[in-house]
């Protein structure tokens, strides 16, 4: 039981550090309160791991990966462009940065980026591996979402770290630079299928 835990954290941890999941955290949190931020983080990946775990491989069966990397890749263009034209924008004629619009904007950008994701389709496959018993199965949405939120919390206190170290229109442009550079790759990978 414990080697079921300890195995899909590990595999969740260590595939997702340094990925577009942590960069995008840190990108978030160098916008928005963190704590905002980290609870829309926090609830898509319980909600995509709770699919993963429930409905496996049934789940790609009508949400087709193609689709939905599509929409991701655009999703991510867009934020990234935003961020980086509105980046350096001060006092009245900037948008205000508000607790919902944090939540908001965390949720759909993971969700988004992580639906048919390597983490998702690693939680799955583990689940359908030790699906035995219920406790297994819990076991395995615990780990993985574990691992998620605690890779996700680093890249939110390395942004905070680099925000206090580096002028915020700079890392500003850098975020949008880099959902904008997360986008066009979301987008080749989903052409060339």
């Given at each position: 039981m414990d080697s079921v835990?300890?195995?899909?954290?590990?595999?969740?941890?260590?595939?997702e550090l340094g990925d577009k999941t942590q960069l995008t955290a840190?990108?978030?949190a160098m916008?928005?309160?963190?704590?905002?931020?980290?609870a829309g983080i926090a609830i898509a990946f319980a909600l995509l791991n709770l699919a993963a775990v429930l409905v496996g491989k049934l789940f790609f069966t009508f949400l087709p990966v193609f689709w939905i990397t599509l929409a991701s890749a655009?999703?991510?263009?867009?934020?990234?462009?935003?961020?980086?034209?509105?980046?350096?924008?001060?006092?009245?004629?900037?948008a205000p940065l508000t607790a919902s619009?944090?939540?908001?904007?965390?949720?759909?950008?993971?969700?988004?980026?992580e639906l048919g994701d390597k983490s998702q389709l690693v939680t799955a496959s583990q689940a359908a591996r030790h699906s035995g018993s219920f406790s297994d199965i819990f076991l395995v949405?615990?780990?993985?979402?574990?691992?998620?939120w605690l890779v996700s919390l680093l890249g939110i206190f390395l942004g905070?770290?680099?925000?206090?170290?580096?002028?915020?229109?700079w890392i500003q442009r850098l975020a949008g630079g880099l959902f904008f550079l997360f986008g066009l790759l979301m987008l080749y990978s989903c052409l060339k299928q």
């Open positions: 835990f300890s195995t899909t954290f590990a595999l969740i941890f260590l595939a840190m990108a978030l916008r928005y309160p963190w704590r905002r931020v980290f655009i999703l991510f263009i867009y934020f990234g462009y935003s961020t980086f034209r509105h980046g350096c924008e001060q006092g009245e004629d900037a619009s944090a939540f908001r904007t965390a949720f759909i950008m993971i969700f988004m980026a949405f615990s780990a993985s979402t574990l691992a998620l905070k770290k680099l925000l206090s170290c580096l002028p915020a229109c």
